[in-house]
């Protein structure tokens, strides 16, 4: 298994709601990431995951919440959101963090989560 | 400061012709660089890596190259097909500190291939 699988894949919430965006990866990726992209945007790094433990937090609004339950799964909680929020969350995995091999930190992305804040 | 300059921002070809796609970087340490292809509304899709000794790699129509001294990588595309019309992003990786784990994106360039 090469890939990784992010539900759902379109999302419509109103701003007192809350739900979650799923992330899951079987290839043994030891290292989990969330980015979120704006149309005709590069991606921006929300969220890095390294041995199931937060390694990065690039300074994501509080109503963001990750979690990584084990290796395969990370998960994003979504809360009293804005609509400037709507953009498509991207979820990725590569090997660990630190591994200075060849092709290390090669993310392999998912197809994204299409979320859509009212 | 790190930084991934693409050009140009957006292309148009005809099917079948050849196309050349630039990013300039000034990250460092310099760790690696890859290309993705990114469709409209997808992930992106890893085209190729390179590392600091790499100078050229392959991938079928795809072949990237690697300029450490200049820090510029270009892509080449051959013999372009209308499924070729995505955004083309490159990313460059820091090697170590505080950057670790951080990837630098540019901000893409359109591609769109006409019949």
């Known amino acids: 298994d090469t890939e990784v699988t992010q539900t759902p894949k379109h999302l419509v919430m109103g701003m007192t709601n809350k739900k979650s965006l799923k992330c899951e990866q079987h290839m043994g990726h030891r290292a989990m990431y969330w980015y979120k992209q704006k149309a005709k945007k590069p991606p921006e790094l929300m969220f890095v995951?390294?041995?199931?433990?937060?390694?990065i937090n690039e300074s994501v609004p509080s109503r963001f919440s990750p979690e990584c339950p084990n290796s395969s799964l990370l998960n994003l909680h979504l809360h009293a959101l804005q609509p400037e929020d709507s953009a498509l969350y991207l979820c990725a995995s590569s090997q660990p963090l630190g591994a200075y091999l060849s092709g290390a930190n090669v993310l392999t992305f998912g197809a994204g989560s299409r979320l859509t804040v009212l | 400061k790190n930084q991934v300059e693409q050009s140009p921002q957006s292309l148009i070809i005809l099917e079948g012709k050849n196309c050349t796609l630039q990013c300039n970087y000034t990250v460092s340490p310099f760790s690696n660089l890859r290309w993705y292809k990114q469709d409209t509304g997808r992930g992106p899709v890893s085209l190729t890596i390179m590392t600091f000794s790499e100078n050229t790699k392959s991938n079928g129509r795809y072949t990237a190259t690697l300029d450490a001294d200049t820090k510029q990588s270009s892509l080449h595309i051959t013999a372009s097909q209308l499924s070729d019309s995505a955004s083309y992003i490159c990313v460059v990786s820091a090697s170590r500190g505080s950057t670790l784990g951080r990837l630098y994106f540019g901000r893409g360039t359109q591609l769109t291939v006409w019949p």
């Open positions: 995951y390294s041995y199931e433990k937060l390694s």
